[in-house]
């Protein structure tokens, strides 16, 4: 490995982006506290929401920096151990919410948090994706290196850690929208490890599957099949037509800071997993596009450094580019209709401290990595699936 000067543009962008979910928050804040007021009775000041934001951002910020500090290889020793409590958290969760414990805080038919009182909340599936990233890079790094990712010491422990995931996140949790993002990671890193590719398609098709029976033995989750195809009432469509109102009120430029109408209570989960909705009515086409080319251009720097990174780090960097930009592609499609509704925030900018600050600590930690450049030196004649020679991903035709 070779040490350098880090890829500062991602520090940058990060920064930037958790600047413009501040400013977001803090013109729409007010509206939301006058409306969870008279919707729900609670007396939240108008700063509530800001002041929370600015605590979330501010702990974001040590969390990057923390990880850009933190060497790699602690956290390497420590994967197993990270993902093991991940799951042990969300068992934690799910226990406590069956028994109906205050300490399991549960909205919109779905167990999701730790009550943590006066700290707020917890969300352990975002813990769990951070360790999922790093125990499976290493898993997939190792057997690699053995020549062996086909065998069952390297599937068996791969598929069990996916499947207890995916069943404490989609099925316990009820949240589908997370466990797109863990599916992304579990199948972007066993692609990018080099496995053969009926062993991949094996495993896309029993998760496609397990995905089918989830949304059909899911009334609300069917529903919203339904109001995508436009069979819904009128009710199953208001989050969407309101979503698209917003987007289409802001027009080129936008109404401006502190204009929007949706933000009243208009547009449900306006600071959370609508806001890119929100920031359209505010900041119009050309500030969504700015946005948009914002995320484009972090992930083409996360990309940059897996190419350049060794087997184990470039798939730590895979692993954190599907779980960011699956988030941001499926948020912004629904937002616009694309896609069905589905609860997943925007990365770095939706409201919230848990997310945010765990997205924060795996751009921390890509930024450390860029510090470094890999190169691994095999005897196999192979090619990058994405057309790349010279670097990690340059290392399948001898496998095929």
């Given at each position: 490995m070779r040490k350098h000067r880090s890829d500062r543009v991602i520090a940058v962008l990060t920064f930037v982006l958790l600047a413009v979910g501040l400013v977001v928050i803090f013109a729409i804040g007010p509206q939301r506290a006058n409306f969870m007021n008279s919707a729900y009775g609670v007396n939240y000041s108008t700063n509530y929401f800001f002041i929370h934001q600015l605590i979330s951002v501010t702990l974001s910020v040590a969390a990057f920096i923390f990880a850009f500090?933190?060497?790699?290889?602690?956290?390497?020793?420590?994967?197993?151990?990270?993902?093991?409590?991940?799951?042990?958290?969300?068992?934690?969760?799910?226990v406590l919410s069956l028994i109906g414990?205050?300490?399991?805080?549960c909205q919109l038919g779905g167990c999701r948090?730790?009550?943590?009182?006066p700290l707020g909340g917890f969300q352990p599936a975002e813990f769990l994706k951070l360790g999922l990233v790093l125990y499976l890079a290493q898993l997939a790094a190792r057997y690699k290196k053995e020549g062996k990712l086909e065998s069952r010491d390297f599937l068996q422990?791969?598929?069990?850690?996916?499947?207890?995931?995916?069943?404490?996140?989609?099925?316990?949790?009820?949240?589908?929208?997370?466990?797109?993002?863990?599916?992304?990671?579990?199948?972007?890193?066993?692609?990018?490890?080099?496995?053969?590719?009926?062993?991949?398609?094996?495993?896309?098709?029993?998760?496609?599957?397990?995905?089918?029976?989830?949304?059909?033995?899911?009334?609300?989750?069917?529903?919203?099949?339904?109001?995508?195809?436009?069979?819904?009432?009128?009710?199953?469509?208001?989050?969407?037509?309101n979503a698209?109102?917003?987007?289409?009120?802001?027009g080129l430029f936008g109404v401006g800071i502190g204009n929007s109408v949706q933000a009243t209570g208009y547009l449900p989960e306006s600071i959370n997993d609508s806001v890119f909705a929100v920031m359209g009515e505010t900041f119009g086409f050309v500030g969504l596009s700015a946005i948009v080319a914002i995320f484009a251009v972090l992930l083409s720097r996360?990309?940059?450094?897996?190419?350049?990174?060794?087997?184990?780090?470039?798939?730590?960097?895979?692993?954190?580019?599907?779980?960011?930009?699956?988030?941001?592609?499926?948020?912004?499609?629904?937002?616009?209709?694309?896609?069905?509704?589905?609860?997943?925030?925007?990365?770095?900018?939706?409201?919230?401290?848990?997310?945010?600050?765990f997205v924060s600590f795996s751009l921390g930690l890509i930024l450390q990595l860029s510090c470094y450049t890999g190169r691994e030196v095999n005897n196999e004649d192979?090619?990058?699936?994405?057309?790349?020679?010279?670097?990690?991903?340059?290392g399948r035709r001898g496998r095929a």
């Open positions: 500090k933190l060497p790699y290889d602690v956290l390497r020793k420590y994967s197993k151990i990270l993902v093991f409590t991940g799951l042990g958290l969300c068992a934690l969760l799910a414990s205050s300490l399991a805080s948090w730790f009550n943590l009182g422990p791969y598929a069990i850690v996916s499947i207890l995931a995916l069943v404490f996140i989609v099925i316990l949790q009820k949240d589908l929208g997370t466990g797109i993002a863990v599916v992304a990671i579990v199948l972007s890193i066993l692609y990018m490890s080099g496995i053969k590719i009926q062993y991949f398609l094996a495993a896309l098709g029993i998760i496609f599957a397990a995905g089918i029976v989830s949304i059909i033995t899911s009334p609300h989750r069917m529903e919203r099949i339904f109001t995508f195809s436009g069979e819904g009432s009128s009710d199953d469509t208001y989050h969407i037509e698209e109102m917003a987007i289409g009120t802001g996360v990309l940059k450094v897996a190419n350049k990174s060794g087997t184990e780090r470039g798939l730590v960097a895979i692993g954190i580019f599907a779980w960011i930009g699956t988030q941001m592609v499926v948020n912004i499609a629904a937002m616009t209709g694309l896609v069905p509704l589905t609860g997943i925030t925007l990365p770095l900018l939706s409201y919230g401290g848990t997310s945010m600050m192979i090619s990058s699936r994405r057309g790349l020679r010279g670097t990690y991903y340059s």
